[in-house]
Each structure stands twice: as C-alpha cells, then as structure tokens.
C-alpha cells in the first residue's frame, strides 16, 4: 500500500481533520501510476471503460467524455454507452466500481476563454439505464482557480467514495492547504451528504 493510499484511508477514517500529506513525490507518482487502470471498473457483473476523444469537425477542440458498458455473460444488461460531458481541454477520466455502486469523475473546462476555469465532475452512475443518480461538482472559491485531477478510491467497504487530485486555489471549507486534495464523500450513494475537502 502505497504513503498516499494509507493517508486515503487514514484521512477517510478521522474526517481529515488530523492528517497531515506525504512526502510531495508521492500523490504524483500514485496518480500516474493509477490512472491507466482507473479507466475500466467492474460492477454488478458488468464491466465499465470511460474514455474521451476530441469531436470531429469542432474547433476550437472540444472532447467528448464517454461511459461504455459491455457486453457479457455475467451481464444482465446489454452494451450501451453515454455521453457524461465535454470539455475544451484535454479531460482526466476515472471510473469506480465499489461494493454498493458505480462512480465516475472527470475533470472539465466549459469554454475555450483562457480564463473559464477548469472543474471536476464526480457522477453516481444507474448501472442499468446509464444515468447520472448524483452529480457534484468540485469547483475552487469562486471559481479563481482549476481542479486539474480527480482520482477515485474507497473506503468503508466501498460506501465512502474518495476523490484526490491537483488544485490551483482552495476548496469550500477545506482543511489544511496546499495544490493536493482529498475529497471524502460519506455514504455517496445513499445519501446525498456534501464532501469533507482536505489540503496538503
């Protein structure tokens, strides 16, 4: 278990308010090293890949977010896909399947203007129709700055969801400070109880 996957779970467990970060290479490498796998999740039998690719013909450049079930037999629903969102840049993607449901997150700028700010948008997917149960998103103070990375993780079982990644100002209400953040969603999909944001 890697320093940032302990402080995950550490953070999780005390509502973050005693944490204190790891060493600064390590939230870098645990994000690279994740973000390949953190693309595909299984859930109820069925398996997930969430991806993004640049929409033909728009300029300037603007990425579809996409979530596709496969087909199986272990599967009770046929394949489909949907569209989450889009983004003027280049979008970081995650998709969680837990023990109680399926999650997605991806980072997202809503205008090509230099200044529009970058959000990460965290979904709480129906498995079966595909749709957006629950839609947060995390956004710094007024807008006057980007949230780069989102990543997901779990704890209690997979009944609280985490959401880590990079900033450039501070989250509502955060805890400590600094350009990394730990977004701790309790009961996320049986409830629809905001996050505990910690810095560091």
């Known amino acids: 278990m890697t320093v940032f996957k302990k402080l995950v779970w550490a953070c999780a467990a ?7 970060g790891p060493e600064q290479s390590s939230p870098e ?16 039998g069925c398996s997930f890949t969430i991806s993004s690719a640049v929409i033909p013909g728009e300029l300037p ?3 579809a977010i996409t979530l596709t079930r496969a087909a ?8 489909g896909s949907v569209e989450l969102g889009r983004s003027y840049n280049t979008p970081h993607i995650a998709v969680l399947g837990t023990g ?26 129906d498995v079966a129709t595909l749709g957006k149960v629950r839609d ?57 109880t905001p996050p505990v944001y910690y810095a560091y």
């Open 136 to 192: 947060d998103t995390i956004v710094v103070n007024f807008g006057a700055g980007n949230v780069n990375v989102c990543n997901l993780d779990k704890t209690d079982a997979g009944a609280t969801l985490v959401v880590y990644g990079t900033k450039t100002g501070p989250l509502p209400g955060e805890t400590g400070s600094g350009s990394n953040y730990v977004a701790t969603y309790y009961n996320y999909f049986t409830s629809t």
């Open 14 to 20: 005390v509502s973050l308010s005693a944490c204190g």
């Open 29 to 44: 490498e645990s994000l690279g090293a994740r973000e390949d796998a953190l693309t595909t999740s299984s859930f109820g």
């Open 72 to 79: 199986s037999g272990t599967c009770p629903y046929a394949a």
């Open 61 to 63: 450049p603007r990425y």
């Open 100 to 125: 109680v449901g399926l999650a997605t997150a991806y980072s997202t700028k809503g205008s090509p203007s230099g200044s529009a700010n970058t959000q990460c948008r965290v979904n709480h997917i």
